[in-house]
């Protein structure tokens, strides 16, 4: 039963030049049982410290943390049945791959046989018998990356904690370890808390995704539910590649007016947005949500804008093609063959379908 | 032209650093050759630059006149002692600032650091009147070893040596259910070896090289070091040119034999914890 | 969802809680806090009361100021200043361009001969003080069996008495400190220079710029911060320089070479004017705080680090 919780907890750091910095400030959350729950977040944005503070290695300044069914906030690492991943790996240079992976288990004066069972156990799992008395410096960058999670695994944990464990990489190898500790996690049948400043990462690793800014959780939800439904500005500018777009407009009557375009607000949203009259909005669209005019779409081709085409990046599966509404800069992806080139007027369409609405002053969803 | 410019420069460079090498080593050459150069009388006695005969005699006259072994032997235990406890104490302290937390980490840091400052002739009356008066430790190892068990720069350049070390292996030997004291002996110490090599080899030539503070509370002769021995053979004995070059031969050559037996540490040491500019 | 665990914070005691989570940071400072508690806080609180006192064994008598006065009415003090401040200028801006310059070329060798010289320069500061001084005495000695009478004798000039003249007594020792180990100076130097980036002397081949004013504009000011470490290192050293003068001129003749440092030593421990002694102490203590702290704010102003 390896629950994590956290209630209201709050870090702060004192900085001999800043004064006093909120790392986490208030955060409330239930990670369940077997569950791969990723955060995610800009650097300096509280995840980290929160992994921590899971595994006892930052106290909180308040609040209570629980793993399984008990209150942990005065165990020590060791005392709270979790296992960690490190960034850098943290592998101890001047032992073997053996010595690293047994490390833990000697210090908590478990049987030799014991041990030994667990280090091929999970040598096995891992594929590192032939290194097994090698040093980690003789190791490669993906190897090293193994003996960390393998050192976690040994240790049996209740719950797994990954600090951006795939950062170190490569491209290519950080998409085969993505997919390796997938299978992992079905394997383990763990809890896994992983940190990541990638949201690639997150959204393939995550059954739930919490995305943090400033010390605040901004958004805890399935990876669909975050792309589909972001609750503010910040998750659907932080959640999708290229970002949202956002376009200011003015509500007046059934009409939303943007420099250079107006577009009927359709009868599902007019409930919803029936507060905002005469008011400023924020408009969110997908790149992917903005096709060329030229090009076949299922969708409702009312909602045109025309504008002057300012760069076109052609990525060979779809070109990104950037221009202004207002004094912001759109990208729509779109099919490679749709025309296109700089300085051109070209005819998007919006899909309508697929828009979000933002409160400018709280910069939160609103919902339609 | 511009190689030749060059190539003259390489010519200049390289006449200048011999003749300073030569310069520099003059002094030490002529304590070597002037302690296996001997006649009977000594007034009348002028050492050459290329002696014709060598002899031994000096030494024995050195060895002979005074309590040298006892010396060395005193050297060597007090050098060992200090660098032990000193190579241990401040790793574990330079350990302690610069990777745990704990209220009182940087202010006290800094009122040790700050003390460096302090010339030592401050200190030294009341810490001979509590040596000698107060705790009455006149003549001892003791009080030789007392004020040099830690120094203080010691603790900074291991300070700035454990900064360097990831923080995370101290995090994941947390998790791996590693005592304090053991992530110190067990995973920093091992890291920190070249670190605690260039201090025990400085430490130990500073305290084979120290000599005021044993100079001032040993008094007989069997407690002197090396150091404090071979200056009280030069208060007593001045004459005897020989046998002064063969007590300083005696005093250096055992550093000497280390400096060049470890010459990469002391090269590359001298660079850790000083400026990084 | 299952219901909270029902368990409420353990309560613990403060003071424990303090212990557990920082006990052993305590613990692995804890041996030099004490002995700087006992071998320099006390010293110096002591010393600084004895400045005040006839100091005595039987019982010390309290007398203000009268040291410090007696002090500054004493010419031997002033003259112990007067050559430890020489003593400072003739030796510390000299062994720093000598130092530099020795860098400077060693650095246009190949690898292999920077070694040799680096290791050649650096041999002198292993032998001890007392090791340099016993040599250095030999080399000075008054007759023409001195090396260094010998080789002026070279040159046809009569042999003189170095270190036994006053015009000449304090000069002998600025000049053996001269001849000194480099080694330490030349190796954070050669460290410096081969952290410059090329890419600087390309810039400034590409614009033109003489070889000299590669140096003033690039390499120079880059070896601030070594230059001013050794500046600082050597200042304090040099004012505290001791050995050399007990063993070769004990102060005199006529305390022509009578260092500060000396001074304090000789006050103390010949005429056992202990509190006298202290006074003078906290004089070159404050002296070398006033200077130290001049430098570490060129230090924080002027480097990185």
């Known amino acids: 039963m390896a629950r994590v919780e956290f209630r209201n907890i709050r870090k702060e750091f004192v900085d001999d030049n800043k004064g006093t910095f909120t790392a986490v400030a208030g955060s409330d959350f239930v990670i369940n049982d077997k569950e791969f729950v990723v955060f995610v977040g800009p650097s300096g944005c509280g995840k980290t410290t929160s992994l921590r503070m899971i595994a006892g290695l930052e106290r909180q300044t308040s609040g209570d943390i629980i793993i399984g069914d008990r209150v942990v906030n005065n165990l020590h690492p060791k005392d709270r049945d979790i296992a960690m991943v490190f960034q850098d790996y943290a592998l101890y240079p001047h032992m073997t791959i053996r010595e690293n992976l047994s490390f833990g288990l000697k210090n908590l004066k478990k049987p030799k046989a014991y041990i030994e069972q667990k280090v091929s156990q999970a040598a096995s799992i891992l594929g590192l018998e032939s290194m097994i008395d090698r040093k980690p410096r003789e190791l490669s960058g993906g190897q090293r990356q193994r003996v960390a999670v393998g050192r976690a695994i040994v240790r049996d944990p209740q719950v797994f904690l990954f600090d951006e464990p795939l950062s170190n990489l490569d491209a290519k190898l950080r998409v085969q370890m993505r997919v390796e500790l997938s299978e992992l996690h079905k394997r383990l049948e763990a809890t896994i808390v992983y940190v990541t400043h990638d949201q690639v990462e997150a959204m393939t690793l995550g059954e739930r995704i919490v995305v943090m800014n400033n010390g605040i959780i901004q958004q805890i939800a399935s990876p669909t539910e975050l792309y589909a439904k972001p609750q503010n500005m910040f998750v659907a500018g932080f959640i999708g590649s290229p970002p949202m777009n956002f376009i200011d407009v003015q509500k007046e009557g059934n009409l939303l007016h943007t420099e250079g375009g107006i577009f009927t607000i359709p009868d599902s949203m007019a409930g919803a947005l029936s507060h905002y009259d005469n008011r400023h909005l924020i408009l969110g669209i997908r790149p992917e949500h903005i096709t060329g005019e030229d090009m076949p779409a299922t969708t409702n081709l009312d909602y045109k804008y025309v504008a002057k085409i300012q760069v076109v990046e052609h990525l060979g599966s779809e070109n990104l093609v950037y221009f202004r509404v207002g004094n912001r800069t759109v990208t729509a992806k779109v099919h490679p063959e749709t025309t296109g080139y700089p300085g051109m007027d070209k005819t998007f369409i919006f899909n309508f379908d697929k828009v979000h609405f933002f409160d400018p002053e709280t910069e939160q969803r609103i919902d339609w | ?277 | 969802m299952q219901t909270a665990p029902a368990q409420t914070r353990p309560s613990r005691p403060p003071m424990k809680g303090y212990l557990r989570e920082y006990g052993w940071a305590y613990l692995f400072i804890l041996a030099p806090v004490l002995l700087f508690l006992i071998f320099t806080l006390y010293p110096v609180a002591s010393a600084f009361l004895m400045s005040f006192q006839q100091y005595s064994i039987m019982g010390s008598e309290w007398i203000g100021a009268d040291n410090y006065t007696r002090m500054v009415h004493d010419d031997v003090f002033w003259k112990s200043m007067r050559n430890t401040v020489i003593f400072t200028l003739g030796t510390v801006p000299v062994n720093i361009v000598i130092t530099y310059a020795l860098s400077f070329f060693i650095f246009q060798m190949k690898n292999k001969w920077q070694t040799f010289f680096k290791a050649t320069m650096y041999l002198p500061a292993v032998a001890s003080g007392v090791t340099i001084s016993v040599v250095w005495l030999a080399i000075y000695d008054p007759t023409n069996a001195g090396l260094l009478n010998r080789f002026i004798g070279l040159f046809g000039l009569d042999p003189v008495i170095w270190l036994g003249k006053s015009s000449t007594a304090l000069f002998s020792l600025i000049l053996m400190n001269w001849l000194g180990s480099h080694g330490a100076g030349i190796i954070l130097y050669l460290a410096a220079m081969g952290g410059i980036p090329k890419s600087l002397y390309e810039a400034a081949d590409i614009d033109h710029a003489s070889g000299w004013s590669k140096f003033w504009r690039i390499t120079w000011p880059l070896m601030k911060p070594t230059t001013l470490y050794l500046l600082v290192t050597g200042v304090i050293t040099s004012f505290q320089v001791f050995i050399s003068v007990y063993l070769m001129t004990q102060g005199g003749p006529n305390f022509a070479t009578t260092t500060i440092a000396y001074l304090i030593y000789s006050t103390a421990f010949n005429f056992y004017e202990f509190g006298l002694a202290a006074a003078q102490s906290f004089v070159l203590a404050a002296l070398i705080i006033v200077i130290s702290i001049i430098q570490f704010k060129y230090f924080s102003s002027d480097v990185e680090y």
């Open chain 2, 1 to 277: 032209m511009k190689s030749k410019s060059k190539v003259i420069m390489l010519i200049v460079a390289s006449v200048i650093l011999i003749v300073w090498s030569v310069l520099t080593i003059i002094p030490m050459y002529w304590m070597l050759i002037g302690s296996v150069q001997d006649t009977k009388s000594a007034a009348s006695f002028i050492p050459k630059m290329i002696p014709d005969v060598l002899s031994v005699a000096p030494y024995e006259r050195f060895f002979g006149k005074t309590n040298v072994m006892r010396w060395l032997f005193n050297s060597l235990l007090v050098s060992s002692i200090l660098t032990v406890t000193n190579v241990f104490l401040a790793s574990l302290a330079g350990y302690a600032f610069a990777k745990l937390k704990f209220p009182g980490n940087k202010a006290v840091f800094w009122i040790l650091l700050s003390t460096m400052m302090i010339p030592a002739q401050v200190t030294l009356i009341p810490l001979y009147i509590l040596m000698i008066d107060v705790f009455d430790l006149g003549n001892t190892y003791t009080a030789i070893l007392l004020p040099g068990i830690v120094s203080v720069g010691n603790i900074f350049l291991m300070k700035q040596y454990m900064s360097s070390l990831p923080t995370s292996l101290i995090h994941a030997a947390r998790i791996d259910a590693c005592g304090e004291f053991g992530i110190f002996w067990k995973v920093i110490l091992p890291m920190a070896k070249p670190g605690l090599a260039v201090l025990a080899i400085f430490t130990f030539v500073a305290s084979w090289n120290d000599f005021f503070w044993p100079f001032l509370v040993t008094n007989s002769t069997e407690m002197r070091t090396i150091q404090v021995g071979l200056a009280s053979f030069v208060y007593a004995d001045t004459t005897d040119f020989g046998a002064l070059m063969a007590g300083a031969t005696v005093a250096a050559l055992p550093m000497m034999i280390l400096f060049f037996s470890l010459q990469r540490y002391f090269l590359q040491g001298i660079t850790i914890g000083a400026v990084k500019g």
